[in-house]
């Protein structure tokens, strides 16, 4: 019971790693083609990038579903992943890109850093040339409020 529990938490927290390599060398890589739409005005609801959360989606549920049944620590690991998937979209879709409005004037530090960090992310609108990759772990020069990025968190 326990390892399941260990094989869970490091499967959310590993994913942090995972979407960190992936949006710097792969979204911001080579396949650019399909991540650029997120870092430009979106004309309706979905944008390209959207792909990506089916792969991602993808990859909880076929350990879930399908290798869960070679081993039961992969059912643990696939929920794991989806937990992540879970909190990524509630951090990245509603809270800082407000695609559902939902969550305004955010109070908390912690929040108030992550969105700051993610729009400092999106000031570059190229391949080349964005900082802070990661999503869920704020790099601890993002993690204070200076006059120059407090506009930033006006949603």
């Known amino acids: 019971m326990i390892i399941n529990l260990i094989v869970l938490v490091v499967s959310f927290f590993g994913m942090e790693f995972i979407a960190w390599f992936s949006h710097k060398y792969i979204m911001h890589g080579f396949l650019w083609s399909l991540h650029k739409s997120h870092h430009t005005k979106r004309d309706g609801f979905f944008e390209l990038n959207d792909v990506f959360v089916i792969i991602f989606a993808s990859l909880g549920l076929m350990f879930i579903f399908v290798l869960s049944n ?3 620590l992969f059912l643990w690991s696939g929920i794991g992943i989806s937990l992540y998937g879970i909190g990524y979209f509630l951090m990245h879709d509603i809270l800082v890109h407000q695609r559902f409005k939902l969550i305004r004037n955010v109070k908390h ?8 960090t993610h729009k400092i992310h999106h000031k570059t609108i190229s391949k080349e040339g964005a900082d802070a990759f990661g999503f869920l772990w704020v790099p601890k020069r993002f993690r204070k409020i200076t006059k120059s990025n407090s506009d930033l968190l006006s949603n």
């Not at 530090?109 to 700051?116: C, E, M, P, T, V």
């Open 70 to 72: 070679v081993n039961e």
């Open 109 to 116: 530090k912690y929040l108030k850093s992550l969105i700051r």
